[in-house]
């Protein structure tokens, strides 16, 4: 058994729950090189509007989570994009 | 006495009549007609079967290709040209996904593109039914959005947001799909809606303040473009900044034409198959400024190596481009217009800079003497473009052929050289040109092809010749793959493997087959001819010119190299 740093990123997006909306920006998350780790969903009180909060992983050293936030942003229905960094010792089986 | 005035009559408005419902397709057709769309490209099929029905008679100019793809390409052309979406239209299914390369390219090339696609009906859907795909997940990484249409009174609202989604920022192709029932049943269709606003963002003026001292301290700048100029319509404050700064600039692939090809310090595309003078220069440079441009690989070669001496300006209408690839000192994202504008300062001194770039261009200009009689195709795509004049659009295909329309031929404009850059589509050349003829039909348009290439959609040879378009095809033709055959000698140690296309049809009697003229030639000596043959004729005309199949695309990065390390022969 070994004990690996994984670092994982938790962003929050607030978008329009419109049909497709949930594919489109976990496409994004995987396409742009990053592994969903957990997703959690809810939606807002007024209209439409809703937000998803995903732990995500780079696949790789050179991906950035702040140029992953600003590629969901540019999807439309998508509103504000939040990120924040945090690290996880986990241990691998 | 008195006077009587007479009553003015009054003049009372008669209400407008209430709108009567119609069906979806009827209101597709008007939503069409009120974004002033002129051209549709496409082809029937059972689900779009009632907007087909609805088109009769309507103010739309249906172009009936020969397989959708061409349908796709054609509307990216088209809207390359004028700047507004091109719209194709398909039906599901397999001309659904036929359509799927165009909206690719589109999506990688930022063209403005709306995409309507037929569906089977809303109960049939998740079904598995006859000709039923899902398009709308097929292109959810290809578009910049879509919309499955469920009721038909959404028709208006969502045409006119695919609309002005696909035209704004950063342009791309927007796909509608249209589910059968929803073109059938009736609705009134209200145009009472508010669209959504897609402005730029403003440019940050502290980030400008800043790039004008970096401009003003640098000792060796470089203009660096690429194809958001077109995109913004930025030629003018490019061309305007390069005037007064002097700074030798280079092109991206789809830059081309954004600074006319014979501007004072325009040092020519950079890249993998770029000069050695753009080359150079950027690795010499002690300032990159970047302008709608991405550092594309095909570009930049190794990225780590790229400009490693220059302090980097990057300005991009998309923000999520800024620092994708490589991190600058300042980024600007906005409207190109008013950041070039706003890029006030002159360097101080670069005199020395400047002569030598232009030594640079001087010494390692192309040669165009080939030793042979053959038809040396550089030599001939120079002489072509510089013999049709501001006049010209050319679209390519992809292969070597698209390296040298690039390397050698003249442009003043940005939109006079079609070709796909992202995507790398064969077959792009020939829908291409009928998209930019229907979109500029004064323009000499000229179709630069493969023998690889011009196979993949020869098919609209027929809509060509139906529409009468006068496209100028000029077809060079070694009988191989000629880039695939090209990197197998120089990287994968000649080991050819599937290059071989000796037994192509007669591509002449192809093109006659038709009903289009076409003639063959093989000889250096009638390529001035052939050149005023297809410049004067009026109607549409293929150039069958057969060139030596061992001839490779100079210079060269090899893949994973630095720019720097380009070659000039095989070793």
């Known amino acids: 058994m070994t004990t690996r740093p994984m670092s994982t990123q938790r962003l929050v997006v607030e978008f329009t729950a419109e049909e497709g909306a949930l594919i489109r920006m976990l496409g994004v998350v995987e396409r742009r090189g990053f592994i969903v780790r957990r997703t959690v969903m809810a939606e807002l009180p007024c209209g439409r509007r809703a937000t998803l909060a995903l732990t995500v992983e780079p696949r790789d050293a050179g991906r950035s989570v702040e140029m992953l936030a600003l590629q969901l942003g540019r999807i439309h229905g998508v509103g504000r994009v939040h990120h924040e960094s945090t690290f996880i010792r986990d241990k691998a089986a | 006495m008195s006077t009587v005035v007479a009553p003015m009559p009054q003049i009372v408005e008669a209400p407008a009549p209430a709108p009567e419902p119609r069906s979806g397709a009827r209101l597709v057709v008007e939503a069409l007609e009120r974004e002033g769309v002129r051209h549709i490209f496409g082809y029937p099929g059972g689900a779009i079967m009632p907007v087909y029905d609805a088109l009769v008679g309507s103010k739309l100019t249906h172009i009936l290709v020969r397989h959708e793809q061409g349908a796709a390409l054609a509307a990216d052309a088209y809207g390359r040209v004028t700047g507004e979406p091109g719209v194709c239209l398909a039906t599901s299914g397999p001309g659904a996904t036929n359509l799927v390369t165009g909206i690719a390219n589109a999506f990688m090339d930022s063209v403005p593109m709306v995409a309507i696609t037929g569906q089977v009906g809303s109960h049939l859907m998740g079904t598995d039914a006859f000709q039923e795909v899902d398009i709308f997940g097929i292109t959810l990484p290809i578009v910049k959005h879509s919309y499955v249409v469920r009721d038909p009174e959404d028709i208006p609202r969502i045409f006119a947001e695919a609309f002005a989604l696909a035209r704004s920022g950063r342009p791309g192709p927007v796909l509608i799909d249209l589910p059968k029932d929803v073109t059938v049943r009736t609705a009134i269709g209200s145009t009472e809606f508010a669209l959504p606003v897609f402005d730029l963002p403003e440019p940050d003026v502290a980030a400008i303040a800043r790039a004008n001292k970096m401009i003003q301290a640098a000792r060796a700048p470089i203009l660096y473009f690429g194809g958001g100029i077109p995109i913004a319509r930025a030629e003018g404050a490019l061309r305007a900044f390069a005037q007064r700064t002097s700074i030798p600039a280079v092109s991206t692939l789809k830059g081309l034409g954004s600074l006319p090809t014979e501007t004072p310090n325009f040092l020519g595309m950079l890249g993998m198959h770029g000069s050695r003078a753009a080359n150079t220069a950027i690795d010499e440079c002690d300032l990159l400024i970047c302008v709608g441009a991405r550092f594309d690989d095909r570009a930049t070669g190794k990225v780590d190596t790229f400009a490693p001496r220059a302090r980097i300006i990057h300005i991009d209408g998309d923000p999520a481009e800024i620092g994708k690839l490589k991190r600058p000192e300042v980024g600007i994202a906005g409207d190109l217009n008013k950041i070039l504008d706003g890029l006030t300062a002159r360097p101080a001194n670069i005199k020395s800079w400047v002569a030598r770039c232009a030594d640079y261009v001087t010494r ?172 004067a004729t009026e109607g549409p005309i293929l150039c069958h010119a057969r060139i030596d199949p061992r001839e490779n695309v100079w210079p060269l990065v090899p893949p994973n190299s630095s720019n720097i390390d380009m070659m000039e022969k095989s070793k």
């Open chain 2, 364 to 535: 390692w200009a192309a040669p165009y003497d080939a030793p042979g009689t053959g038809i040396y195709a550089p030599a001939m795509l120079k002489q072509l473009s510089e013999a049709a004049g501001d006049n010209l659009i050319v679209t390519c295909d992809v292969g070597q052929h698209q390296m040298w329309v690039a390397q050698h031929c003249r442009f003043s404009r940005p939109q006079a050289h079609l070709t796909s850059a992202g995507l790398g589509t064969m077959g792009y050349g020939i829908p291409a040109g009928i998209g930019a003829l229907l979109a500029e039909p004064t323009a000499t348009v000229v179709t630069v092809s493969g023998d690889g290439s011009i196979m993949m959609n020869i098919q609209e040879l027929a809509t060509i010749r139906r529409y009468r378009l006068p496209l100028k095809i000029l077809l060079l033709d070694n009988s191989q793959l000629g880039m695939v055959r090209q990197w197998q000698e120089l990287f994968f140690n000649e080991n050819f493997s599937e290059i071989d296309l000796s037994d192509n049809p007669d591509f002449a009697e192809v093109a006659r087959s038709f009903g289009i003229e076409a003639f063959t030639i093989d000889y250096r000596s009638e390529v001035p001819g052939a050149i005023e043959r297809l410049l």
